[in-house]
């Protein structure tokens, strides 16, 4: 049963998963509870055990912060996680080096109390030097997805769901590492359901990775996309040829690119696609194979006898 909140307050949960970063998520929570109107509750699901995540958390009790620690690491598990156990029906994700702006709430609440069949998305811009940021999205004007193919249109450190709605299509798929949003933008769209994108939904990514950290995050991420087109090429999903065959177009301007200016201090994220979508394509070719989903529902199956 939900709790009736004060008229400053709206009935939406913002679900935060961290990994431990415990200064970029008090900047994070508190951006959150600055918003006017502010959140009924906070949820923070903790992937480090860390005790200074504990107590950044601890001192936004006042906002409704709450943490879920998990054991395991993952964005997508601790998204999931966080939505089934919100309070509200109505959620909003962003990440722990994110801040939003003061009417972030309120312009999520306004799409989602008149169409909660909406998920609805926002403009990402950078905090520190753009080039070290790795998901940014700056588009002025808003945009209708909805009836149309995509799969890089939701970004998933902006985003506000019914969250019921989310976890009926599946939630994000723990096995689609990194490239767990652009998947479920893809099912989402795919089923018929509407996305829009508003720019006044507004989040701030904040820079704080290396040269060499972004590098390995865009390896990361390119194996991730390699792995949501196997899943779907497995499912013999025509799109994703035309998908792959855009890759390989924006690798290629990255390779001539990097032949008439050079080598740069930092990492271009079209030079990590040959190599990481190949590995994720072979990796998630595997992990869909009839003989793999029949091991994943035998083991889900037994967790579920062993919980009753």
Known sequence: MQRSQAPDVLPVSVVVPTIGRAELLRRCLQSISECDPRAAEIVIVDQSGDDA??????????????????TERDRSLAVNRGMRE???DLGLVTDDD??????????????????ARTIVTGRVLPVG?????PSLIGFPAPRDYTGEIHYDVLFGCNMACNRVRFLALGGFDERVKLAEDNDFCYRWLRAGQPLRYDPDLLIWHHAWR???????????YARGQGIFYAKHLRARDPAMVRFLVRDVRR?????????????STWPDARLALPRGVAAGLVEG????????AARSASGASLASSERR
Do not use: M
């Open 53 to 70: 995540v504990r107590s950044v958390v601890a001192d936004f009790a006042p906002s409704n912060a709450r943490l879920l620690v998990s």
């Open 129 to 133: 030097d753009a080039v070290s940021v």
């Open 98 to 115: 994110c801040t939003v702006a003061p009417s972030w709430v309120g312009i999520a609440w306004r799409h989602l109390s008149s169409d």
């Open 285 to 292: 070719w595997k992990a869909f194979s009839p003989r793999a």
């Open 210 to 220: 290396g040269p060499d950290e972004l590098r390995r995050h865009f390896r990361a």
């Open 86 to 88: 919100a309070e509200h």
């Open 251 to 263: 690798a290629a301007r990255g390779i001539a690119s990097r032949v008439v200016r050079g080598p």
